[in-house]
């Protein structure tokens, strides 16, 4: 017979056991038409990463986790969603991230910020396109347009920088809050003067042939980010899960750099954003430096960008200091025997890292090839034509910026010694071209000067 003792010990055992079998509900925001988001979102989510570094231990051996992954066209609804306390996560750009914490800390709440994803560090991932026959250039052609933006996006944030560095007040043009897909349709369509947007939607209207770029984000002379902010509370109570999604993202970064191809491949299958879209972001010399380190130089970045807001927008403080936390990816690096402080030390500068790369065609049938010379990559394109054989796409780099351009979206000039130089802008090509007594060409026209016998 069993004792009143044994009973008790045996109840105690089994509410043991019920409580370590809690359900855990793990709900993340991110955006599957984000480039810089990918490594903690989609690629997480479809590869399944989290759920292989999810804790399955101690007081986690019996848990059963619900995760559910909820895509957003921008990182706003995301912080909405989060102070309703529906998400636990939200995956967002450097504005966003400043707008979550500062309306967290106003609702006497918090998040707090974990880990980068992503980042350029000259700007470059937001831009302003325009329609790709308008007769806009410069920002200054804006004054008295209709401009388009996600309100709240990085993409707004930067259009904020960007005009108050032109000295282009707010009652000079009709800013209208768009989301990325009518922005663009708007711009496809000749309905709105120019649209400012986050990666990768301005390379997806260069690439779709309907918008064209007048500002890119490096031109803004601010870092480009994205990020992860966690709830406090939750973070409290599960901080092993906040570690397993750090060291989710940080594999997820390791495997698009390892294998782009197959990466942006997979990627347009899960997003539906073109592969050659996606490669300009992820390929070698692309525009995205995957790394979730927290540098102190995203830290003053993070600063300045507030005090940009401020100036346009009743935004609420930040306590920095109070937001953003370290140690959770301090420890998911430590268990992942990778030295945070090398990493976090570490930055990649497109204007150096990218000087002398080849271009590059990406062959419909052969895949990519390599060129050192523009004008070798020129004929090329020249010799495919002829025989009809179909290009995906060409790659060439600003000779301003290292950024990677589509072949057919950049500025040509013709060097004296028969090479070419690439430009983003067709101000720089004509800076460029007025010194060496030429003159900027389009795409078709450099591919038909170098097939084009010379006197």
């Not at 937001?126 to 309100?151: C, F, M, Q, R």
């Amino acid at each position: 017979m069993l004792t009143n003792k044994t009973m008790l010990g045996l109840f105690f055992a089994l509410s043991a056991s019920v409580a370590q079998a809690e359900t855990i509900k793990i709900a993340i925001g991110h955006q599957s038409m984000c480039t810089d988001t990918y490594t903690a979102g989609i690629v997480v989510k479809e590869r399944k990463l989290l759920e292989k570094y999810l804790p399955k231990t101690g007081r986690y051996a019996d848990a059963q986790y619900e995760i559910s992954w909820n895509d957003y066209s921008s990182g706003g609804p995301i912080t909405n969603q989060m102070l309703a306390n529906k998400l636990q996560f939200g995956i967002m750009g450097d504005y966003p991230l400043i707008v979550n914490g500062a309306k967290f800390q106003a609702a006497e709440a918090r998040t707090v910020y974990v880990a980068g994803t992503g980042y350029n560090l000259n700007g470059s991932g937001n831009a302003i396109v325009v329609p790709i026959n308008s007769g806009i250039h410069e920002l200054s052609d804006l004054k008295g347009k209709e401009v388009s933006t996600p309100v709240g996006s990085a993409a707004w944030g930067m259009l904020l920088k960007a005009f108050q560095d032109a000295g282009i007040r707010t009652n000079e043009y009709t800013l209208k809050n768009q989301s990325p897909a009518v922005g663009a349709g708007n711009i496809a369509a000749n309905k709105i003067d120019a649209h400012s947007d986050f990666c990768p939607w301005s390379e997806i209207m260069e690439f779709r042939g309907t918008g064209r770029k007048i500002f890119d984000g490096f031109e803004a002379g601010v870092p480009y980010l994205h990020g992860v902010v966690v709830r406090k509370d939750f973070a409290d109570k599960y901080p092993e899960i906040v570690i397993a999604l750090i060291k989710a993202t940080y594999e997820a970064g390791k495997w698009i750099e390892a294998n782009p191809l197959e990466a942006v491949e997979s990627l347009e299958k899960w997003t539906g954003v073109e592969k050659e879209v996606l490669y300009i972001y992820f390929s070698k010399g692309g525009h995205l430096t995957l790394d979730p380190t927290i540098k102190t130089k995203w830290i003053d970045t993070l600063k300045f960008d507030h005090q940009v807001l401020t100036r346009e927008q009743a935004i609420p403080p930040l306590d920095f200091d109070a937001w953003i936390d370290e140690n959770y990816i301090r420890k998911a690096y430590a268990e992942l025997g990778v030295d945070y402080n090398v990493e976090k030390a570490r930055l990649v500068d497109p204007k150096v890292a990218n000087v002398n790369l080849p271009g590059e065609i990406w062959h419909a049938r052969d895949g990519i090839s390599t060129y050192a010379k523009t004008a070798d990559l020129l004929k090329a394109v020249a010799a495919a034509r002829a025989t009809g054989a179909k290009l995906n796409a060409t790659y060439v780099y600003d000779r301003e910026s290292g950024l990677k351009l589509f072949g057919k979206t950049a500025y040509y000039v013709a060097e004296p010694n028969g090479e070419f130089s690439t430009f983003l802008r067709r101000g720089d090509a004509e800076k460029r071209a007025s010194k060496i007594n030429g003159k900027p060409i389009s795409y078709d026209e450099a591919v038909t000067l170098v097939t084009t016998p010379q006197s």
